[in-house]
C-alpha cells in the first residue's frame, strides 16, 4: 500500500470526524472492537487496531527488525477519550507551580533556548504489553507484543526546570498533567506523578523531539515526560503543567489504577488479587524473537538466521541467549550495535539445521545485574510485567 503523509490540517479534519460520528452515534462498531485489522491514522503509518476513541495502536512486529522505530511506527496508547488534535505553539505553555519559590511559564522557544538539549536512546513500552498472553486472561487493551519501540529522544532535564523553579523544603512528588481530558467530569483526568528524588534524576526530559522531529501528535505533541527504564504510563504525553507537590497525591492514576502486588516478582497466583499494591515503575528484562516468523518453513542444510531485541529497566543487556531444541541446550547470541542502558540491542544467531522436522526457538536475556526472564509466565491482576520467555515454531523440511 502507497504511503500518504498527513498534515496537521488532516489529523484535526479525521479525529474531528471520528469525534463527530461518536458523538451522534454513528460510528461502525467495529472501530472499538478488538479485531487487530490495520488502520492509518493522521502521521501513522499502517498500526494495529484495539481501539479508535481513545487510540490504542499496535506497531507490527517486521518494524522491529530496525534499531530506531520510526516515528510514523511507534504505537500510540491514549487513555481518556479527548485528546489534542491540534497545538498552537504561539499559546501552549508549560506551567511549573506547586510549592515552589518561582511558579513560571515556559513556551517551546524557552524550552530550546534557556535549557541545555540533551538526547539518548530509550525503550518506550506500555505497562500491559504483553497483557493478551495472560492466562487466565484479564481485563483492558489485549495488547501482543507491539505495544514498545525503541526511539531517540531530545528535550531538556526535567531537574533543570525545576530548580530553575526552586523546590521548597518539604516537598514530597511532582505531578504531570497534559492536554487530555474526559468526556465526562467524572472520568478522573490522567494525572501521573514521580517522587521527588526520581523526578531529579538526571536522564528524566520533557522531551520535544522524536528521532531529530518534532513529536507526532498521536505521540504526545508538543512535549512529553520521558521517564527512561520506567513504564510508559509515566511518560505523559501533551504536557501543560508540573506541579511541585508537599503531600503524596491522591489521584486515581496512581492511587488506583497501574498497581501491581507488593513483592519481588510483582505477581500473584493466577486469578486472586494482591493484599498489598504499589505503583508499576521499572520495566522488567525482555528479550523478543523477530526473525524468523512463527511458522516459517525452510530446507534442510540451508542457514537460517535468527534475530531479535532485549532490553531492560535501565541496566544494560549483558547477554541472550538461543535454544532451537525447546529449551534443552542453550547458544550465545552475538550482540548488535549498543546504543546505551536505555535503549534496546539487536541479537543474532545462525545455524544450519541438519535434520527435517519442527524446531521450537526460544531466547532468553539477562541484564547487568543478573536480572533475567522466567520459564513460565508470573500473573498479575492488571497483566503488566510480561516478560516471559517466549517460544516459535518452524519447519524444516
Known sequence: MGKKEFTRRDFLKTAGAITAMTVLSDIPSTLFAEERKLVRFPEKTEL?????????????????????????????RWHIANIPTSVDLTKWRLKINGNVKQPFELSMEDLKSKFEKVSYTAVIQCSGNGRSFFNPRVAGGQW???????????????????????????????????LDSGPLSSVPDFVKTLPIDKALEEDIIVAYEMNGKPLPML????????????????WVKALIEITVLDKPFEGFWMKTAYRIPDNPCGCVEPGTNPKKTVPVSRMTTRSLIIEPQDGAIFKRGREINIMGIAFSGGYSIKDVIVSIDGGTTW??????????????????????????GKYVLMARATNSIGESQPFESLWNPAGYLWNKIEKIEIVVE
Do not use: C
Not at 494495529?48 to 507490527?60: M, N
Not at 505521540?219 to 509515566?234: I, M, Q
Not at 549498543?338 to 527435517?356: A, C, E, H, N, V
Open 144 to 178: 501482543k507484543n507491539g505495544a514498545m519501540g525503541n526511539v531517540t529522544w531530545s528535550g531538556v532535564r526535567l531537574k533543570d526546570i525545576l530548580n530553575m523553579a526552586g523546590i521548597k523544603i518539604g516537598s514530597v512528588e511532582v505531578a504531570f498533567n497534559g
Open 48 to 76: 494495529i487496531l484495539l481501539t479508535s476513541r481513545p487510540p490504542q495502536l499496535e506497531t507490527p512486529l517486521h518494524y522491529f527488525k530496525e534499531l530506531i522505530t520510526p516515528n510514523e511506527a511507534l504505537f500510540v
Open 219 to 234: 505521540n504526545g505533541f508538543p512535549a512529553r515526560l520521558v521517564v527512561p527504564g520506567w513504564y510508559a504510563t509515566y
Open 331 to 356: 547458544h550465545t547470541t552475538r550482540l548488535g550495535k549498543d546504543l546505551g542502558r536505555y535503549s534496546w540491542i539487536q541479537w543474532f544467531y545462525s545455524f544450519k539445521p541438519t535434520k527435517s
